[in-house]
Nanobody, 121 residues
Framework: QVQLVESGGGLVQAGDSLRLSCVAS????????MGWFRQAPGKEREFIAA???????NVADSVKGRFTISRDNVKTTLFLQMNSLKPEDTAVYYC???????????????WGQGTQVTVSS
């Protein structure tokens, strides 16, 4: 049974940093692409960042230079380091796993439950 469990969200002020984690279990972590998406109230799910099984990275323009995606295949954990947070970063953040997943949600077949990030101005 595949499980993805996010943690690290919270309420912070503009300019602060947070580090999200996503612990994966149930299948061979190192062979899957991983991604971070977010969804704000009333908006569609938005791509944030992805990292391939081989370490190739892609980051959305909206967070480039502020957010960094990384993975630890030994600990089967995905990370999202978020710096210089802005109120518009407020959303529920989800991690996802899939063989063909990259920029689009439909390439991922397993999702975490999400972690809330709220940035106050």
């Amino acid at each position: 049974q595949v499980q993805l469990v996010e943690s690290g969200g919270g309420l912070v002020q503009a300019g602060d940093s947070l580090r999200l984690s996503c612990v994966a279990s149930g299948r061979t972590f190192s062979t899957y692409n991983m991604g971070w998406f977010r969804q704000a109230p009333g908006k569609e799910r938005e791509f944030i960042a992805a990292i391939s099984w081989s370490g190739l990275r892609n980051v959305a323009d909206s967070v480039k230079g502020r957010f960094t995606i990384s993975r630890d295949n030994v600990k089967t954990t995905l990370f999202l380091q978020m710096n210089s947070l802005k109120p518009e970063d407020t959303a529920v953040y989800y991690c996802a796993q899939g063989k063909t997943g990259w920029l689009r949600p439909d390439g991922y077949d397993y999702w975490g439950q999400g972690t809330q990030v709220t940035v106050s101005s």
